[in-house]
């Protein structure tokens, strides 16, 4: 980590950021001029390629399924730079569990999903909701997902719990304003180590959405970065799925 210093530029928190969709926003906003601080769960080198490749960025560890780690990574952001002023969430849990085969699904599946889907960036706002309203200027984007917002996911659970944080988005839309702007995205298909194997449902996408192929994880953070940007967008949940749910 740097040593704490109190910094001009935007501070940016990206949970779940040093791989897939995560890494992507990561150097997006770096690129956007933001300070990053990259928070993850792995050890420290083995995001060092990742933190080489940002102009200025720090990175956290933290097992958020600890109810601990929401605290701990708000008080090591501000250490680091005195402030902070955007929170991407975009870690989470899934297993792939046919929708009609309800008995595989246990409890211990719904806890472990339901807290780093749900909970965790519940516990990530509530720890950073007073350090956002201190920029005036604060941002909290969820990486949510298209099961969240129709029919499909990878499992019952994992849909539930994006349908569950994209609402709460628009409750602390409301709740957090002026000061805060939250808002989600729902991306679909998008081209992860999480989609390594789904050759079936990746054709599927390819031969039936509009734009006729799979996202990519660039493609949400360009939209991530929009949401950060737009000074008058709250409470919104964003699909983006290449127009796939477009079609019957």
């Known amino acids: 980590m ?24 990561s150097a997006r906003l770096d690129r956007d001029g933001h300070r990053v601080v990259v928070v993850g ?24 399924r600890d109810q601990a780690a929401a605290d ?26 046919p929708h009609p085969d309800i008995d595989l699904v246990t409890d211990e599946v719904w806890d472990r999903i339901l807290t780093l889907n749900l909970i965790a960036p519940w516990r990530i706002i509530r720890a950073a909701a007073p350090a956002l309203r201190r920029s005036q200027d604060g941002a909290f984007v969820v990486v949510g997902a298209l099961a969240g917002a129709d029919v499909g996911g990878s499992s019952i659970p994992y849909a539930v719990s994006k349908a569950a944080v994209h609402h ?17 995205v729902a991306p679909g298909f998008i081209e992860t180590p999480w989609t390594d194997g789904w050759d079936a449902l990746r054709n599927s996408v390819i031969g039936k959405a509009p734009l006729a192929r799979v996202g990519v994880p660039d493609d949400v953070a360009d939209l991530v970065a ?23």
């Open 41 to 64: 769960s792995r050890p420290e080198s083995d995001v060092r390629e990742l933190l080489s490749g940002l102009t200025e960025g720090d990175y956290v560890r933290a097992d958020l």
């Open 168 to 184: 709460m988005c628009k409750l602390l839309g409301a709740a957090l304003g002026p000061e805060v702007r939250v808002n989600a």
């Open 2 to 25: 740097s040593e704490c210093q109190q910094t001009d530029k935007p501070v940016a928190a990206v949970i779940g950021g040093s791989s897939g969709i995560g890494a992507a926003i």
């Open 72 to 97: 701990s990574v708000v008080a090591s952001a501000l250490d680091l730079h005195g402030r902070l002023d955007v929170v991407v969430y975009s870690a989470g849990a899934t297993t792939r569990i």
């Open 226 to 248: 929009g949401l950060i940007a737009s000074k008058y967008v709250t409470g919104q949940t964003v699909v983006i799925d290449g127009g796939l749910s477009l079609i019957p």
